[in-house]
């Protein structure tokens, strides 16, 4: 967390002197966004390489063993890492495809749309840390063959979702003027449909929590796989082929927001439904 708030910190203020050309350097304009955010972003990888390495954890981590390569746990790494890393790919690609198609219904359209993905990252994003959180958590616990622990950590979980989304769901909707004023909004039919999308983002927040909290649970444990099919079925087979249907037939930009909400409906319901199944209690990782 602290590299992260040290990252953005150094980020914003090189943006600022590059970006408008201070402390003597010429002003870059979007190319001096781009070499502060590199920058920024290297000194922050530094700076966590410098901790993870530092003799004490080195000593108390073995973050720098004698054995450096590792046979079985790389094919394991492998094993794990690469349904996940796909299924990441392929949730990011389909989520692209819906930004390019809604592109092609009008300015105002990709405004709004524009706005409303700025906010909405606001809000998804803690959602990923308590899917993060969730899946260190239960990955430790049936590493250490303490299934009850993993489940309670999930059970908690749950009820910090519930929290978390009772309060942006809030801001989204009853408050939404406070989000949008980061915006200057001055076009009124950019607003309208700014404050009309809004309605769909939150419904997709709704079922995207739940999908991230319990597929990052099955995942923890081992279950990385299952998470992967189940994208390719729905993310590509009931969100992307339906949304180039409904383009191609020359239907209205709010089909293709009902197919982006309807689509998460069957992911959070699979999940927890693999979630109940209960075979991630009997996976592991390290065994």
Sequence with gaps: LFIELFTVALNILLNYIFI???????DMGIVGAAYGTVISTALGSIVAAFILFKK????????????LFNKD???RLFKHGIPS??????????????????????????QA??????????????MFGIGNSVSILVGQAIGAERVPVASRAVKSAMYILIVY?????????????????LFDITVPETRALTSQFMFYVCFSLVFNGFSILYSSSVSGAGDTKFPMYVTILVSWGLFVLPLLIVHNAGLGYGWIWLIFVAHILPKALIFYWRYRHGKWKKMSVIR
Excluded at 20 to 25: A, D, N, R, Y
Excluded at 114 to 125: E, K, P, Q, R
Excluded at 166 to 178: C, K, P, Y
């Design 56 to 67: 004490k954890h080195r000593d108390e981590f073995h973050t720098w063993p004698d054995k």
């Design 165 to 181: 989304l009772t309060i942006a769901i809030s801001l989204l909707t009853v408050f939404n003027e406070l989000p949008l004023s």
């Design 113 to 126: 749309s524009t706005i409303t993905f700025s906010v909405n990252a606001l809000a998804f994003i803690p």
């Design 20 to 26: 408008f050309g201070k402390c003597g350097f010429d």
């Design 85 to 110: 890393g796909t299924r990441a790919i392929l949730d990011v690609g389909s989520f692209n495809i819906f930004v390019v198609i809604l592109a092609y219904y009008g300015e105002y359209v990709r």
């Design 73 to 75: 746990m790389m094919l």
